[in-house]
DNA sequence: TTGCTTGATTCAAGCGTTTGCTTTAGTGTG
DNA sequence: CACACTAAAGCAAACGCTTGAATCAAGCAA
């Protein structure tokens, strides 16, 4: 009944991307993914209407059917943007690198994406959503783009606090170094009333940067310093 | 033409909030309030829809028009719940807390929303969402939950650091504290994931506070070395 | 060049459903 | 009766999605 339609010619049996040049006018379906991330990161799948994303990207309504099938195809096609996009900043995984370098490198990676209301930031926001309110139409082991970032982050640190395994507490070392610059994120309109001239200007961001080094660097060392009090207890209790 | 209504018969003139014993069948109002705080934070704003609303609570739809008027003013409502609710620890407030004490008070608090789907940990998660995704129908100034704990915290921490009047350091001091908390609420699913045994029972949770005391603990040390630093700094330049 | 075919793409229109909200009729209690 | 409240039906608008025709470029024989 139906012509064959690209979003299902799509050869989805091997595992590769689906090209950005694969077939159809990938004019028309390029500017409708970028339309479709922007207007998914401004109001959240449910609330955005297949008629605007279109109307945003100057096509058709139909084209949303005729190139991605339906509405959830196409949010998991958006998803799939920062598989092409993402780079993890690579001091992280050399050994050489100094604790608070590495520190330094990827809390300045992250908080380039505070500034400049790019592409980036968008997928960033998406994502933030997807952790507040799954959508469910994602592979769960997909979701959630601070995955890589803390599973980098950990092996960084591994090393640096003398363990080979990773464990709760190092988890939550990961995860509290996360924390001191996702709050900034999500708490924005905070922090833009309550403590301006923090993230107004490339600078100040800079400077903000520094700061999150100075506590990043304070957490680790408290971490350090706890597994060296708990070993101690417990080669006391050995010998005892 | 229209009878007078409950929603517009309140005197909102004075200050006053709406006694939840007001007029009408409270029963329904109440009921009607208690559905929409756990639809809206489950589904946020856009996509709770005032049938579910008032099926979930067991009445008829025309009951948000004749109690509330209209979708949009029964949530603001709902948004005042939490105005009854809340109630920040007092310890905080008084000179003689030590530092550590107060801070494991504080996130035994905020901790204790993790555990226990009630009402509170559903305030808390509208709230957040109202972070992600504001939905433009509420004072700002009431928006975010978190500000009178910032206040508070930077009350409490104030004196603790040696200053007396907040300055863009002390606030991102603050805002690491609520981030290293803050990061398990949000990635809670990532949370589960990479680290179980974290968050699941009472007793993971105490372990967790006391580790987020440890680590916030390092946190004001750091910058509590910061300020004699930077002091020192400027002393040897005024006696150059 | 010309006319024709073919397949890919775009278009306007409209389908059925769900949305927030209203209306009208009704119920029970003082 | 008067009043506070509830129930059921329905409205206009917006929703995701579908349809059949229009448009366009490429290929090809005459």
Redesign the interface.
Known sequence: MATVAPHDSHASQNGELPSIESNGNTATRDRLLVAALEVFAA??Y??ASTREICKHAGVNVAAIHYYFGDKATLYREVFRIPERLVHLPAELDDPATALSDGLRVWYSHVMSFVLAPDNGSHIR?LF??E????SGLLD?NR??I??PY?AQLLRFLMPRIGIDTPD??A???V??L???????F??R???RI??P??LDSEPQVAA?VE??V??A???V???CA?RRDAKKTNTNKEKS
Chains 1, 2 share one sequence.
Do not use: D, N
Not at 178 to 184: D, E, H, Q, R, S
């Open positions: 109001k959240g449910g609330q926001l933030l959503r952790q507040v309110q799954p769960t979701a959630g601070l995955r803390h709760p507490r988890h939550q070392l995860f509290s996360v924390g001191i610059a996702m709050v900034l999500v708490e309109a905070a922090v309550l403590a001239g923090i903000t700061v999150l100075g506590y660097q304070a957490l060392a408290a971490e706890h």
